[in-house]
T-cell receptor, first 110, second 113 residues
């Protein structure tokens, strides 16, 4: 039982490049979300999904796209990376009030 | 809209002394309250949660938290701190509907031997 798996763990991008952060879960949880963590800012919600085919914006959605074609996967896309997107990204699932977090992706945009 | 305040960026405590990490919240309706801990270069680990029932919630690693509805607080406590408790602690809240979890900015706990 892997829980929530995020890939890659580390990534360096050049400004303007695109990439997809992967998040996969094997717990059959309907609710999934993406957060970014920045020093002194806590965790801020980027996008979330309450089930396959349904997504919604969080507090800081600009510059990010998501889709949810299956229950298991919730990828986060950066279409044109900017230095302001340098951060640690966490994916999380939720069921019955309990949240499970992935181990994070550390992204640096230069 | 939900919000969480952790008024202290840093808490220092001597090993063996009791510790408290403060959290206040704002939410419409009944709150679901959580504490998470993050060790360096790691993800978030669940400590405890309050959804309903007893106001004193016991969690992992000897931590507990007290829900105080009148003061809208959910302070994290431990009777005797360990050096290994040094980490970043996050309080989080959501309402009883299917709304996202909102986090505080975190409090760095440093336990000194």
């Amino acid at each position: 039982n892997a829980g929530v798996t995020q890939t890659p763990k580390f990534q360096v991008l050049k400004t303007g490049q695109s990439m997809t952060l992967q998040c996969a879960q094997d717990m059959n949880h309907e609710y999934m979300s993406w957060y970014r963590q920045d020093p002194g800012m806590g965790l801020r919600l980027i996008h979330y999904s309450v089930g396959a085919g349904i997504t919604d914006q969080g507090e800081v959605p600009n510059g990010y796209n998501v889709s949810r074609s299956t229950t298991e996967d919730f990828p986060l896309r950066l279409l044109s990376a900017a230095p302001s997107q340098t951060s640690v990204y966490f994916c999380a699932t939720e069921r019955g009030g309990g949240y499970t977090f992935g181990s994070g992706t550390r992204l640096t945009v230069v | 809209a939900q919000s969480v305040a952790q008024p202290e960026d840093q808490v220092n405590v001597a090993e063996g002394n009791p510790l408290t990490v403060k959290c206040t919240y704002s939410v419409s309706g009944n709150p679901y309250l959580f504490w998470y801990v993050q060790y360096p270069n790691r993800g978030l680990q669940f400590l405890l949660k309050y959804i309903t029932g007893d106001n004193l919630v016991k969690g992992s690693y000897g931590f507990e938290a007290e829900f105080n509805k009148s003061q809208t607080s959910f302070h994290l406590k431990k009777p005797s701190a360990l050096v290994s408790d040094s980490a970043l602690y996050f309080c989080a809240v959501r309402d009883s509907g299917n709304t996202p979890l909102v986090f505080g900015k975190g409090t760095r706990l440093s336990v000194i031997a």
